[in-house]
Every structure is written in C-alpha cells, then in structure tokens.
C-alpha cells in the first residue's frame, strides 16, 4: 500500500512538471510535440501541415525531447 502510494505521488510530481514544461514552449513545439506523439503523426507529415522543411521539424521535437528530458529526469 505504501508502495503504491509512493508511486502514485511520483507519477502526480511528474504530470505536474510535465505540464510546466509544456507551459513553456511555444504553440508550435507543443502542437508539433502533441501531434507527434499523441496523434501520431510523422515528422514527414508535420514538415507538409506546418510547410516546415523536414529537418526543423526534426530539430525541434529533438529540441523539446532533450528539455523534457533534462526537466523530468528524477535527481
């Protein structure tokens, strides 16, 4: 019980900051995140949506990715 508990604290810390995180990209690194990885989409059909070359819609997921990355990982 203590366990689960502890869990389920860990896991409402981290939706919180992930939702901060989020809070601080801009529209389109959180459209371009969320379509991603929500929705589905590929970087390909990001790059037509949002008439982006290819590499900069890979760039930035990358970019959001590391951040999230950086800001969620436990100390």
Known sequence: DLHVRSRRQRQMCIRDRLGTVLD?????DRLLFTLRYDEGYTSAELSRLFELP??????????????????????
């Not at 601080?24 to 389109?28: A, V």
């Not at 290819?54 to 100390?75: A, F, I, M, Y």
Request: charged share 30%; hydrophobic share 25%; net charge positive.
């Open 24 to 28: 601080q990209l801009s529209e389109l």
């Open 54 to 75: 290819p590499g900069t819609v890979r760039r930035r997921l990358s970019q959001t990715r590391h951040l999230l990355k950086t800001n969620l990982t436990e100390d």
